[in-house]
């Protein structure tokens, strides 16, 4: 939750200073501030996907399973913060992945299915 708000607060700071500089965003973790510079500065932004987050804040992502021992008070924090991440990460230009297995055959398709920009694999 911290991280997202520190990220906010200095998407602010580059909206107020010096935003008329940039053609292109580059933005890696967390992907919160991308509809804010889409939006309110009309720039293309790049999302820098090393691994998507609602994956491993359980900790249990191992060897392509998924395991489900979230307790009942974490998934009901984790959902809205899945939920954003989710949302704010579909709004990107372009997605580049850091490996295959994050990239648009594996992770990013499969956990953020509405996405509908193509993601591409920047390094394998």
């Not at 200095?10 to 008329?20: E, F, W, Y």
């Not at 580059?26 to 994956?55: A, E, N, W």
């Amino acid at each position: 939750m911290f991280a997202h708000a520190r990220q906010l607060h200095l998407t602010m700071h580059l909206m107020r200073m010096s935003v008329h500089q940039y053609d292109v965003f580059f933005v890696d973790q967390p992907s919160t501030c991308i509809p804010f510079l889409r939006m309110f500065c009309g720039k293309r932004v790049v999302f820098y996907c090393h691994f998507p987050d609602k994956l491993l804040a359980n900790g249990a992502y191992v060897e392509g399973r998924r395991k489900k021992n979230a307790s009942i008070l974490k998934s009901i924090y984790r959902f809205p913060m899945d939920w954003l991440e989710e949302v704010t990460t579909r709004q990107a230009d372009i997605i580049l992945a850091d490996s295959k297995f994050t990239g648009p055959s594996d992770q990013i398709a499969l956990h953020f299915p509405e996405t509908p920009t193509e993601s591409r694999i920047s390094w394998n």
